[in-house]
């Protein structure tokens, strides 16, 4: 069974804090995303990589960046997190290659920044 | 560029209704991939469905089937005889053949199925 794992479920930071959430998946997957959840905005890509150290800009990269320096972790990093980013962050991971590569998701991580 | 819209944004039902969630999409690409992805309360977004652009056979799998016509852009999914267990959010996606590898989701539809 494949397995995306998120360090925390549930995460509070305070303004200007540095953040990093953390996504590791276990079937060595190429393909790894980031995506923000947002009540009636649905899921929206942050940033995508598709191997080690290579990464691209998603539709709404301003205020993250990320980080892949092995294959199994894809981290997002929050510079100086602010109220606008609290949201459920998800990550997923696929197999290279086109459309039918199936995505597995990972549970989430609700951050809340006051 | 791609958009998916699920203009429902919440639907109640009781037991044993059907129900449709609708799903529209906009592409200008004729290679593409649709997806129909459920989220429980548990959070975790469960696949449900991957049809390709080349194939409009609908499917049917227990109590849900899916109905993809290309010529509306729609690609519906239908529960038969709903259960509680169907209670939570239903995105609907897209992803296309060539570029970025990432899905572009609807906005999601939450379904309370009452008892």
């Known amino acids: 069974d494949v397995k995306v794992t998120q360090s925390s479920r549930y995460l509070v930071k305070r303004t200007g804090e540095k953040v990093f959430l953390e996504c590791v998946q276990d079937?060595?997957?190429?393909?790894m995303f980031w995506y923000r959840q947002d009540p009636g905005l649905g899921l929206r890509l942050i940033y995508f990589?598709?191997?080690?150290?290579?990464?691209e800009k998603g539709d709404i990269p301003e205020g993250y960046s990320v980080s892949r320096e092995k294959k199994e972790r894809f981290s997002l990093i929050l510079e100086s997190a602010s109220t606008n980013q609290t949201s459920m962050y998800l990550c997923?991971?696929?197999?290279?290659?086109?459309?039918?590569?199936?995505?597995?998701f990972g549970p989430g991580t609700r951050l809340t920044v006051t | 560029a791609q958009k998916v819209t699920q203009a429902q944004t919440e639907i109640s039902v009781v037991e044993k209704e059907d129900v449709t969630l609708d799903c529209v999409y906009e592409?200008?690409?004729?290679?593409?991939?649709l997806f129909w992805y459920k989220q429980p309360p548990s959070g975790e977004l469960v696949f449900l469905i991957r049809?390709?652009?080349?194939?409009?056979q609908n499917e049917i799998s227990g109590r849900y089937s899916w109905n993809f016509q290309k010529s509306t852009s729609s690609f519906n999914f239908t529960i038969t005889a709903s259960q509680v267990v169907d209670s939570a959010v239903y995105f609907c996606?897209?992803?296309?053949?060539?570029?970025?590898?990432?899905?572009?989701f609807g906005s999601g539809t939450r379904l309370q199925v009452q008892p």
């Open positions: 997923a991971s696929s197999l290279k290659g086109g459309g039918t590569r199936k995505k597995y």
């Open positions: 079937m060595d997957h190429e393909n």
């Open positions: 990589s598709y191997d080690v150290k290579m990464k």
């Open positions: 592409t200008r690409d004729t290679t593409y991939y």
């Open positions: 049809r390709n652009s080349f194939d409009e």
């Open positions: 996606a897209l992803r296309l053949d060539t570029g970025r590898r990432a899905l572009t």
